[in-house]
């Protein structure tokens, strides 16, 4: 799968929607918010799992919950991270990255600190 920045960010619009983009529904509202609804605890306090989206709760900034996932394959690097409700998010792809490493908790913390304090 190929995937521009733009393709992510409207994918991650997607979500903060709730399976709509554009006025057209991609998945059913209900879908969408099982998506984002958590499943299984992790190792990490306050970061969940759920289907396909990770859910972190007074992890960013306290009091907010947000929605995202990591993902890496044949060397690119991504990340999105989003709050539904303030509608707004971040995504992060890097491409030619030659450590194995996803992108970190720290980094996306940083990220999101940075564009929504």
Partial sequence: MKMSALDL?????MHINYGTLDGVSII???SARLMQSIQTPT???GIYY???MRTMQDVRIPGIVTHGHTGSAYGMKSSMTFDPI???GV???CNGHKSKER????FDRLLFAFFFR
């Fill in 86 to 88: 303030r509608k707004n």
């Fill in 43 to 45: 190792d990490s306090p």
């Fill in 28 to 30: 059913n509202e209900s």
């Fill in 103 to 106: 992108p970190t908790e720290s």
């Fill in 9 to 13: 960010a409207r994918y991650m619009m």
């Fill in 91 to 93: 995504i992060t792809l």
């Fill in 50 to 52: 759920g289907y396909a």
